[in-house]
């Protein structure tokens, strides 16, 4: 079985600045994926990045970047420049197959 | 590039009514999921499957049933609603390649159904 937890249910950042949203995950599978979701007022499900458990190199796309800490279990992600368009709920979640998610972050843009 | 899409987009039901989502998964794409996401929650995974089989069942009612059909499309069938179906379902496609790895999921705009 995974668990994904998202300690923080809202956050806000000023535009232009950088915020760090955290995740923790336990799992007993030795293969799995992290990723991050975006999910607007839209309710879209929006990739918006992804971590494979083997791989030591932390992904990076654009101005998002995670923080992968395999032996601590933690998966947090990074927006660099925030933009107003980055407002939206934000997911952890695990996978080895299935997706088990976070109960989100809810990310505030202060203009 | 070509989403998954998934009809209908809006859905209103009675009680003890059934209803019968879609989902069409992007070309090529040989795994379909189904999640439920009930009002400020977050999407619970109720089923897969991989290549027209079921491969993987989570908290999915026993009132509900699915299937993937040979052109990988795949229907959701919900019999005698209840007010607690209401939510947004989502359908999501992978690539699952070799096998056994799994390819990233991409989520379907989702279906949003609610039941008087």
């Known amino acids: 079985a995974q668990t994904v937890t998202q300690s923080q249910p809202e956050m806000s950042v000023q535009e232009a600045e950088t915020v760090t949203l955290s995740c923790t995950y336990d799992?007993?599978?030795?293969?799995?994926?992290l990723f991050w979701y975006k999910q607007p007022p839209s309710r879209q499900m929006i990739l918006v990045i992804r971590?494979?458990?083997?791989?030591?190199q932390n992904a990076t796309e654009n101005r998002f970047s995670v923080n992968f800490q395999k032996a601590a279990k933690s998966f947090s992600l990074k927006i660099s420049d925030s933009q107003l368009g980055d407002a939206a709920m934000y997911f952890c979640?695990?996978?080895?197959?299935?997706?088990?998610f976070g109960t989100g972050t809810r990310l505030t843009i202060i203009p | 590039a070509a989403g998954v899409i998934q009809s209908p987009r809006h859905l209103i039901k009675e009680k003890r009514e059934t209803a019968t989502l879609k989902c069409y998964p992007i070309p090529r794409h040989d795994t379909v999921y189904w999640y439920q996401q009930g009002p400020g929650q977050d999407p619970q995974f109720l089923i897969s499957f991989y290549e027209k089989m079921q491969s993987d069942k989570g908290s999915i009612p026993d009132r509900f049933s699915a299937q993937q059909f040979s052109d990988y499309h795949s229907e959701l069938n919900m019999s005698s609603l209840e007010l607690g179906d209401s939510a947004l379902y989502f359908c999501a496609s992978s690539l699952r390649t070799s096998g056994e790895y799994q390819e990233t999921q991409y989520f379907g705009p989702g279906t949003r159904l609610l039941v008087l």
């Open positions: 979640a695990s996978s080895n197959e299935k997706l088990t």
């Open positions: 971590q494979e458990a083997y791989k030591q």
């Open positions: 799992t007993s599978e030795s293969d799995y994926y």
